[in-house]
């Protein structure tokens, strides 16, 4: 992967949920399209006066209604209740016009659940938020990384999981899927395992190649490249993971698929640094074009490079001829969600690029 270009001059960069003193945290996002023409639902995670994974966060959501040129102010739209917090937000249109939206609910520092809720009228009103699966595990997941698969309608919520303490980190990722539009869920047969801390924030493409349906994943690990598995079942089992030729820190890609166009894009941090902890700070955001359903990608654009701030956790939608992507940028020159001064705000880009 050496060929890097400017990717378009339609480019539309937006700080949508800056930090401040009462929000330091300002991450982790999806943007989904609503009924009305233009329109579209941005929902984040916004933490209070403490940047930590543990600390009191819920979703934010912004409206557009003109594909992302401006945004009407934010509201709240799921507290945290009696839980340490909300986080990690997936939303989805899906085929039968509803909007669907997944998030992570934190019990404790050993407990995490992932819940599930739909709304009839483009989120005014949802409904009851109901758990995925049973209690007991520290289950999480990737913002954006709940999928419909086309031609089957199956809902996909990619998550992984490790032993709560004192057992061993390492992680296994595995999917969640729904055939009844989340009323009930089913866990893939097996599990998704990578050396070292395991295999991290799942994201999931859904694709066809010589007529069959395919699903890959797409994970994060320490061991300086993403790795990949694949499901030919729609992701009722996965295949075993192998690295990819794709160098990356320890943080998480966003990658979809665009039939129509016949490219994937993958968004992610092209800045690894080998022999430096968590592979090197995430100073550089970039992405690439692949028009061989993600194996190799040959074409690169930057969308961020900066020597004093970081930027990390993207999503991706493309509509209506729009790219739009989400990502946080660091603006207290640190990576690590535990460090008190911590500030991260919330960026939008919109682009407009040819194929």
């Given at each position: ?63 557009s ?58 989120g ?12 007991g ?25 490790t ?20 009323a ?67 943080a998480p ?72 992507l ?30």
């Amino acid at each position: 992967m050496n060929a890097t270009r400017v990717l378009t001059e339609h480019d539309q960069r937006q700080m949508v949920a800056p930090a401040s003193s009462l929000h330091r945290r300002n991450t982790e996002a999806s943007i989904a399209p609503l009924g009305e023409e233009g329109a579209l639902m941005l929902v984040l995670t916004r933490f209070g006066q403490s940047a930590s994974d543990h600390s009191s966060a819920a979703l934010h959501a912004r409206i557009s209604r003109d594909d992302g040129a401006s945004w009407e102010p934010m509201f709240k739209l799921r507290d945290e209740g009696d839980a340490l917090n909300v986080m990690a937000p997936s939303l989805v249109r899906l085929v039968s016009g509803k909007l669907a939206l997944s998030y992570i609910q934190k019990e404790s520092g050993h407990e995490a659940r992932l819940f599930f809720s739909t709304s009839e009228d483009d989120g005014a009103n949802w409904s009851e938020p109901r758990a995925m699966h049973d209690r007991g595990a520290y289950r999480v997941c990737l913002n954006d990384s709940l999928i419909q698969q086309p031609g089957t309608g199956r809902l996909l919520q990619a998550a992984y999981e490790t032993l709560p303490p004192p057992g061993p980190e390492s992680y296994r990722a595995h999917t969640l899927f729904s055939d009844d539009e989340g009323a009930t869920w089913q866990r893939s047969a097996n599990e998704v395992a990578c050396p070292g801390r395991g295999a991290m924030e799942p994201v999931l493409m859904p694709y066809e190649k010589e007529g069959a349906r395919r699903i890959a994943m797409f994970l994060r690990t320490d061991q300086g490249t993403i790795w990949r598995s694949e499901s030919t079942d729609g992701g009722a089992s996965w295949s075993r993971a192998v690295p990819t030729s794709i160098s990356s820190p320890q943080a998480p890609c966003m990658v979809r698929h665009l039939p129509e166009q016949a490219v994937t894009l993958l968004c992610w941090n092209n800045c690894y640094q080998p022999g430096t902890g968590h592979g090197g700070p995430r100073r550089s955001l970039a992405l690439a074009i692949s028009r061989d359903h993600g194996e190799t990608f040959p074409e690169i654009y930057p969308l961020e490079d900066d020597t004093l701030h970081s930027f990390a956790y993207p999503s991706l939608l493309w509509h209506r001829g729009f790219l739009h992507l989400t990502y946080y940028e660091d603006t207290g020159n640190l990576i690590l969600g535990e460090h008190p001064d911590l500030t991260l705000s919330l960026i939008h880009r919109r682009l407009q690029p040819s194929f």
